[in-house]
């Protein structure tokens, strides 16, 4: 017999079979034995499994569903849903701090950095002057809930020369963008962003791991100091197979970006 009958999550006459089944799937997902992206055995696999009807089975795919933690895809099959998190309009916190915050472990791979002659409309946005400079920054940031790292965030950072002269590449690795500035002297204090919708160059595929021409989301923002000079222009695609669910109140608005398989 599997170990499904042997995870500390047996059956027992005190709860219902498909709440028993529900916990051992939970805890195969959470362990990474069936990660994002995974496809679940087929029922009739799982009606084997764990001697019970393809009712029972189907009411605790069913709440596997209404709690975030799969996904059935028509024609398909089931599958492991990715990660989700909340994302504030309000405020100054980064994506990055965000998420650490709300406990979902980020991590980021540096793809390239140095001096460029930036593209034109960045640099009128960050005041370089024509042949000026900037420091720019691509950092690939993914999640990994379950073991596995899913990209979701393929991020580009301009700075003015002096200001990335003061802060390098190499501490982007473990620390916030908006921390590093504060801690030269030039803490964030205001910024705007706009979000359009976009599609992936083969480039920017292949290192979201997606397919070229994949719908992407492209968050442009400019970041800036309390004087108004600017000081980081940020261009962030966010993985477009995601969900973005306002939540508005008198004393703001929050975004949820949900992550959602392929």
Not at 22 to 38: E, K, Q, S, T
């Amino acid at each position: 017999m599997d170990d499904g009958r042997r995870t500390g999550r047996e059956y027992g006459t005190r709860v219902p079979k498909y709440l028993a089944i529900y916990r051992v799937l939970a805890d195969r997902i959470a362990d990474g034995r069936y990660p994002v992206d995974a496809p679940l055995p087929a029922q009739r696999e799982l009606v084997e499994e764990f001697d019970v009807s393809l009712m029972t089975v189907r009411q605790a795919i069913q709440a596997l569903e209404s709690d975030g933690l799969l996904e059935t895809r028509h024609g398909v099959g089931t599958f492991v849903r990715g990660p989700s998190f909340s994302y504030g309009l309000t405020g100054l916190r980064s994506l990055a701090q965000d998420l650490v915050e709300q406990g979902i472990e980020l991590e980021t791979e540096v793809l390239d950095s140095g001096l460029v002659v930036p593209p034109v409309d960045v640099g009128t946005r960050l005041g370089v002057p024509e042949g000026g400079r900037v420091l720019a920054v691509e950092r690939l940031r993914s999640t990994r809930t379950t073991g596995t790292p899913v990209p979701l965030l393929l991020q580009t950072s301009y700075l003015p020369e002096e200001i990335g002269a003061r802060i390098g590449a190499e501490p982007l690795r473990h620390q916030s963008l908006y921390r590093l500035l504060a801690d030269v002297g030039t803490p964030v204090q205001q910024a705007s962003e706009t979000i359009q919708a976009v599609a992936l160059t083969p480039q920017q595929a292949a290192r979201l791991h997606r397919e070229p021409g994949s719908p992407a989301l492209l968050s442009c923002r400019l970041s800036r100091s309390d004087t108004g000079a600017p000081l980081v222009d940020d261009r962030a695609l966010l993985v477009g197979d995601t969900v973005i669910t306002a939540e508005r109140a008198a004393t703001g608005t929050n975004l949820a970006y949900e992550h959602l398989p392929t």
